[in-house]
């Protein structure tokens, strides 16, 4: 492919003074006005091209249908013209190549290459081995073993019982022996020894016949089995060495002209499967190979949401970090990026707000962006304020929390007792919680419960999936409150404590499908999460009185 087919150029030039003073952050930004006109530019191509790939818009759209993700990589070329590259994840139509958009890094889809001839081999085995598996031969030897294994037992057994009984009889016969004169109680007691001997020696001679013929059985199928296992192993072995070879095939560029194997990056660790297939290291690669200087990023889904992951028809998403953390950790070396916003000094300056204070209980208004309890990149969080501001509470101190993101109301027990008093109102789900939220659209009911059960996911987190066969039950009531701006202001009433739970309700397909504004993981990112705890009603642990605390948010 010609790599000028993979450049589109900005017409008309944008400004200069526009131009990005750093490369985008990629897991965790607000697209620059250069990476959404060429978004917009692509979306447009999206629309006009064939695929051969159901995104699922239409209305008749099978449940197999899913979105994909794009990405855009603004770059100037060696002529100082801007313009773009595009990508996609994984592939499209069964194919990881599409005119105007850039290559895989390697093409495992090649008809005739390693990876597909390979696979052919291991696919041949497969069905080989599961021919040898299922043949009748095989199949009626071991159904012959069975049954002559249950007969075998169902004997031992009959022949323990009756080993058993006599065994009781002549004990009772010896009971008996000093009634009689010495020879006969002595010629009585050789007969009963006799008679043990035998019933003894006739249960290990049938224990030996039926082990005899289990064991020529086995020994036939052990010789149909072989062949099997020996499949298995060649198998085993192809497989983990057309792995090893994927793994080297797949090298990684940066700006400082250095190359790195997907094995080398992920070591001591196995790469996770796709890893490398995601847009934002096929563009980042292209750019470095033919000579284009990345400017800025972003990535989009087009389509619809898949059924465990949230991914909202044309919104923008960070990269995935499960798998592109550690690629483009290193194909970004040298490069100067926008500053990670989580690590933002502007954090370091939010002090929550005291709502409520007594002897047992702080009662606070935690803003949006500080941490309930210190992460691994921050240090600074209510947990460590409290401590600096009452150095003399005792106990745990968080007995719940809200995400970074969420402000709201949170409950700082003073005391050990308050804590474990507080703390069995929450496992009990007897504490009350109200919070308020801004939707993107209008929602088309008035309230509504939604039971969707979360997981982590763990090739990405902190991002959660909704996920029923290992997720964690998570319940939800709403109700809306007022619509205007093309927004709802609705409250939220869970009845669990999921991770992300109102988030991921609210965005989820299956439930609101909107996504609460500002949500930079869920939704569409902006200047704050539009999500607050505004009520609580619990226990009071001193007075054992209930209390309700409120605090309407600003937005």
């Not at 750019?287 to 200087?293: S, T, V």
Request: hydrophobic share 35%; glycine share 6%; charged share 25%.
């Amino acid at each position: 492919m010609n790599k000028d087919q993979c450049f589109t150029k900005f017409f008309p030039q944008p400004e200069t003074f526009e131009r990005p003073e750093k490369f985008t952050f990629p897991f965790h930004y607000v697209p620059h006005s250069w990476s959404v006109r060429a978004s917009e530019d692509l979306i447009q191509k999206i629309e006009s091209q064939e695929f051969g790939h159901d995104f699922g818009l239409q209305r008749d759209a099978s449940d197999a249908a899913c979105g994909k993700m794009f990405g855009v990589l603004v770059v100037e070329n060696r002529a100082g013209e801007i313009g773009y590259l595009a990508a996609f994840s994984g592939k499209l139509g069964n194919s990881n190549n599409h005119v105007g958009f850039v290559p895989p890094l390697f093409d495992m889809l090649a008809p005739d290459g390693h990876f597909k001839t390979s696979e052919a081999r291991l696919t041949a085995m497969n069905k080989l081995i599961e021919e040898l598996e299922t043949a009748t031969e095989l199949s009626i030897l071991k159904e012959e073993i069975e049954t002559i294994a249950r007969m075998a037992e169902e004997a031992r057994l009959e022949i323990k019982s009756a080993l058993n009984e006599g065994k009781r009889a002549r004990a009772a016969i010896r009971a008996n022996l000093h009634e009689l004169n010495p020879q006969d109680a002595a010629e009585t007691n050789a007969l009963l020894n006799r008679q043990s001997h035998d019933q003894q020696s006739a249960y290990k001679h049938e224990t030996r016949l039926w082990r005899s013929r289990l064991d020529e059985k086995k020994q036939i199928l052990n010789q149909l089995i072989k062949p099997i296992e020996a499949l298995k192993s060649e198998r085993k072995q192809r497989s983990a060495a057309l792995q090893n070879w994927l793994f080297e095939q797949y090298r990684f560029a940066n700006s400082k002209n250095e190359s790195k194997s997907l094995e080398a990056i992920f070591t001591p660790n196995e790469p996770p499967a796709g890893a490398g297939e995601c847009a934002a290291p096929k563009l980042l690669q292209y750019a470095f190979l033919n000579g284009y200087k990345p400017l800025c990023m972003a990535e989009f889904w087009w389509g619809k949401s898949p059924a465990t992951e949230i991914r909202l028809h044309r919104n923008y998403y960070p990269a995935c970090r499960g798998k592109c953390l550690p690629i483009l950790g290193f194909m970004l070396e040298g490069m100067e990026l926008d500053a990670n916003p989580l690590l933002d000094s502007a954090f370091d300056s939010l002090q929550f707000e005291i709502l409520a204070e007594d002897d047992s209980l702080l009662v606070i208004n935690k803003p949006s962006g500080l941490l309930s309890v210190p992460g691994k990149t921050r240090q600074d969080s209510v947990y460590h304020q409290v401590k600096r501001l009452r150095p003399d509470i005792t106990g745990p101190i968080i007995v719940h929390r809200l995400d970074r993101s969420t402000s709201g109301i949170m409950l700082i027990p003073k005391t050990e007792r308050a804590y474990h008093y507080l703390q069995q109102q929450f496992i009990g789900r007897s504490i009350e919680k109200r919070y308020v939220a801004l939707i993107e659209g209008d929602l088309p009911e008035n309230e509504g419960v939604i039971n969707l059960p979360i997981r982590p996911d763990i090739d990405d987190r902190p991002r959660q999936l909704v996920c029923f066969e290992h997720g964690r039950e998570a319940i939800t009531h709403w109700q809306k409150v007022s619509t205007g701006d093309g927004r709802t202001r609705i409250h939220f009433f869970p009845k669990t404590g999921r991770t992300h739970q109102l988030r991921v309700h609210a965005a989820h397909k299956l439930g609101l499908n909107a996504g609460i504004c500002g949500d930079e993981l869920y939704g569409k990112g902006g200047e704050r999460l539009k999500l607050h705890a505004a009520a609580i009603a619990f226990i009071h642990p001193t007075t054992e009185q209930q209390v309700t605390i409120t605090q309407e948010p600003d937005f």
